[in-house]
């Protein structure tokens, strides 16, 4: 008798050991792939933070700028801006489209608040970010929700080829 009953002890810690195991390791997975996620989100952030100083960079040096927009004070596009004037598609080349579903170009000139000295131009650059973790439980047909973030970055600069004025006049 004291033999089945130190086995059946053995065999229960058996089984307490694998459970631990298992809780153990998908916290740990779990909290793998949250570092993992917040990595890949930031790098996101960055690469449209980084897009729109491009793009706003290569727009306030653009001498043709006012002959771009056509009269117009706002162009938008979405990425790749294929067909649309030249800042737009530079600014659209510097995304990264592998982890941006949808991304979105816009351009005005001159931005809201700006007087008619030293006006300003702003460029916005606005993406749709798909989580990786419900992207797989989507494939694994777990769940339907494809929970995103949209991330939205603008810089605003001087235009540098505007009429020169006097503001104290």
Known sequence: MTFERHSDRRASERGVTIVE???????FF????????????LNMRQVLTNAARE?????A??????????????LSCAAPCSGQPNVLQ?????????????????????????????Q?????????????FYQLLHLLKITN???????TRTTTMR??????CNPWS
Do not use: W
């Not at 195991?21 to 916290?27: D, E």
């Not at 793998?32 to 917040?38: D, K, N, Q, R, S």
């Not at 300003?120 to 990786?132: C, D, K, P, R, S």
């Open 159 to 164: 235009y540098e080829h505007q009429t020169p």
């Open 61 to 74: 040096a653009d001498p043709t700028l006012v002959t771009q927009l056509g009269g117009s004070t706002t």
């Open 21 to 27: 195991s298992a809780v153990i390791l998908i916290m």
């Open 90 to 118: 530079v600014t659209a080349a510097r995304l990264s489209n592998v982890l941006l579903k949808t991304t979105n170009v816009t351009l005005t000139y001159p931005a809201s608040g700006a007087g008619t000295c030293n």
């Open 120 to 132: 300003m131009l702003a460029v916005q650059v606005q993406g749709t970010y798909n989580y990786f």
């Open 30 to 41: 779990s909290l793998l792939f949250g570092i993992i996620e917040a990595g890949r989100f």
């Open 145 to 151: 929700d494809l929970n995103t973030v949209t991330i």
């Open 55 to 59: 793009g706003a960079r290569i727009a």
